[in-house]
């Protein structure tokens, strides 16, 4: 490690919690997909900040926004009304479905969010089915509905939560009881490893709860504004949930979540029943409407299915060349290569060569680009990657002989 960084890293170990399994990697600039360390050496960021920027670093659309309203309002209370708030949630209902909004400030504070609103709603009824390898948040409401190693030293978690696993529908059926009152998951799974269920599955869920008197909640912070190639990844499915929790690419890399809710679910919600300081700032709401403004006006969706069509294709014939990749699966900007080997020591690998990819769930590399990335960023980003795990894979095999 260099001066520049090697400063930067003593002072994270003098002065920040040390929570966070760290690359040893100084960030100091980004722009689109591309990012610069201390001391300037250029990467391609095909993990643009665990998705959170999702239209690259320093979107032109959303450092307007922020400019010019923080030179008007930054910040009101709740208490009182404000136009951009207003125009975000009328947006967002426009692009996914007919209900109310609550704003945020991230994923997790989405996912208590809708916890309240399902237990309010039940009246009594408490219990939510949730699946295996799911992630939704680390406050202790959502660590409860996330997979259990993320639980470990901070039992007791809160009770009312039935696990089943990802895809089983006649496992969701066996776990009711009359306390359900909910289903929450990911439409695709992320952190759980790119994980993409039978349509059958999302839709069985939908006329199960329409039977059963139940809320489909879908967490979709991570699958949200545009990843997939639609707005939202239910709209894959043809499955429109009663309440969607988002965050991370919606506010373009400034903090902000929310919760879509349908105009009866989203009524129990009543004042003094819950609140949140910062939620629908000036601010927050102001990069709401660019992110949105910027996803139409630039036709990302369209340029997200185009250009993750070849990217795939060219995953597939890397698959087919390699002995280590098990699968490769996702939908649109959210891709997984499933390794038969620890993937690690592949990502360190790329990063050493200019490319910042994931590593989720032990083995399965995971990537999120940007939906604004050029066709040559991508194919240069697949060509490194590839390059990597070939020898990852024939250095194996030399290994054995």
């Known amino acids: 490690m260099k001066k520049a960084s090697e400063a930067v890293v003593k002072k994270y170990q003098r002065y920040v919690m040390d929570n966070y399994v760290r690359t040893p990697l100084v960030i100091t600039k980004g722009k689109g997909s591309r990012v610069w360390d201390a001391e300037g050496k250029q990467y391609l960021d095909l993990f643009p900040g665990w998705g959170v920027s999702g239209l690259g670093h320093g979107h032109r659309w959303v450092m307007r926004a922020l400019r010019g309203q923080s030179m008007r309002l930054a910040h009101v209370a709740n208490n009182y009304y404000h136009p951009t708030q207003a125009k975000a949630a009328e947006a967002l209902i426009k692009h996914s479905f007919e209900g109310k909004v609550f704003f945020c400030n991230s994923g997790a504070e989405a996912v208590e969010t809708a916890i309240k609103i399902a237990r309010k709603w039940g009246k009594g009824r408490h219990e939510i089915i949730v699946m295996d390898r799911a992630f939704h948040g680390r406050t202790m409401g959502a660590l409860s509905a996330t997979q259990a190693k993320y639980q470990e030293g901070f039992e007791p978690v809160v009770p009312g939560f039935v696990r089943v696993p990802f895809g089983d529908l006649a ?19 992320g952190e ?83 609140a949140t300081t910062f939620g629908g700032s000036g601010l927050a709401s102001a990069c709401v409407l660019a992110v949105i403004e910027a996803i139409e006006k630039e036709k990302l969706l369209a340029r997200v299915k185009l250009s993750s069509g070849r990217a795939f294709r060219r995953l597939e014939k890397l698959k087919a060349e390699s002995s280590i990749i098990r699968e490769v699966r996702g939908v649109g900007f959210m891709i997984g290569i499933d390794l038969s080997v620890d993937g690690r020591p592949i990502v360190e690998a790329a990063r050493q060569r200019g490319l910042l990819v994931n590593c989720t769930q032990g083995r399965v590399i995971r ?32 290994a054995k002989r």
């Open 171 to 189: 496992a969701v059926k066996a776990a009711l009881t009359p306390n359900t009152v909910a289903v929450l998951t990911e439409p695709i799974q």
């Open 192 to 274: 759980g490893g790119i994980n993409v269920p039978e349509k059958s599955f999302l839709t069985g869920l939908r006329k199960l709860c329409d039977d059963k008197n139940l809320l489909l909640m879908f967490d979709e912070v991570q699958t949200g504004m545009g990843r997939t190639g639609e707005w939202f990844a239910f709209q894959h499915f043809g499955v429109t949930p009663d309440v969607m929790m988002l965050a991370k690419a919606l506010g373009g890399g400034f903090p902000v979540g929310a919760v879509v809710a349908g105009d009866k679910v989203a009524a129990v919600l009543t004042p003094g029943t819950h």
């Open 367 to 398: 990537m999120l680009p940007a939906l604004t990335i050029t066709r040559v960023e991508l194919d240069r980003a697949i060509t490194i990657l590839s390059d990597v795990i070939k020898e990852h894979a024939e250095t194996r095999q030399s």
